[in-house]
Structures are given as structure tokens and as C-alpha cells.
């Protein structure tokens, strides 16, 4: 997979709406856990990491590299710190993946953890993140 090769705007606005499919995802998978729809679920929990890579592909390759470029290591650590979440959710639904089939009683738990990080990581990107990448492009003349 490739970064979608966009202008940053157009790039933005789609991760958001990105984060709001994911939501509704969440939203899904918790509807079938609560009806006890295990192999169901184990089916969403499938569509979630590729739908995801492509997303974290442009946020690491676009957003990132450009707050890295502009501002170091050091003055984009913030920016560090939210994206290194990645590893963190890609970790979890694969642990989700992985128990959906053995132990799907653990799902329930497992889904509110995976909820609450996915909150929190999208409000960082959706109120910090992104408009602090914004501003340096049009700094910059983008």
C-alpha cells in the first residue's frame, strides 16, 4: 500500500470521515457482541485492519513526515507520541482477532478497550493533530 497522493486538505477531510466509518464499526461490533453473535463479529473485527492500514499509511507518510520535516523530531513530538497509537490499536484488534473463535466471552472487554483508545486517538488527531499539520502547510504556501 501507497499514501494516497492527495492535497492535504482533501487528505484531512477524509481521515476524519475515515474515523467516523470506524465509529460505525465499533458501533457494529458492539451490537453483535451484546447478541451474542461471536463469528459475526469475528467477521467485522476482519474488515477493521485493512481499512485501518491505509489510513495509517497516510497519517505516518503524509501528516507526520510533513510535521517532521517542518519541525523536527523534537518539535513534532506530540505528533509522535498520537501516531505511535498505531501500533497499540493494530496490536489489539489482532489480540481480538486471534480470540474471536477461542474465546469470544473476552471480546466484550477487549471491544470497550479498542473503543475507548479509538476515542481518544481520533480526538487527538481530529483537534491537535490535523490542524496543527494544516496551519504548517499553509504556512508553507500549501
Do not use: C, N
Request: zero cysteines; proline letters at 3%.
Amino acid at each position: 500500500m501507497r499514501p494516497r497522493r492527495l492535497k492535504l486538505e482533501e487528505l484531512l477531510k477524509i481521515l476524519v470521515e475515515e474515523h467516523e466509518v470506524v465509529r460505525g464499526r465499533l458501533t457494529r461490533l458492539h451490537t453483535l457482541l451484546e447478541r451474542d453473535k461471536h463469528a459475526e463479529a469475528a467477521e467485522e473485527l476482519k474488515g477493521f485492519k485493512p481499512y485501518l492500514d491505509q489510513h495509517i499509511i497516510d497519517e505516518e507518510a503524509t501528516v507526520l513526515k510533513l510535521l517532521i520535516d517542518s519541525l523536527g523530531r523534537e518539535g513534532a513530538t506530540r505528533a509522535i507520541q498520537v501516531f505511535q497509537e498505531h501500533r497499540e490499536i493494530h496490536q489489539l484488534i489482532s489480540e481480538m482477532q486471534a480470540i474471536a473463535e477461542t474465546a469470544p466471552e473476552r471480546l466484550a472487554e477487549m471491544k470497550s478497550r479498542l473503543a475507548e483508545i479509538l476515542e481518544r486517538h481520533f480526538r487527538a488527531e481530529e483537534t491537535e493533530v490535523f490542524p496543527w499539520a494544516l496551519k504548517l502547510y499553509k504556512d508553507k504556501g500549501g
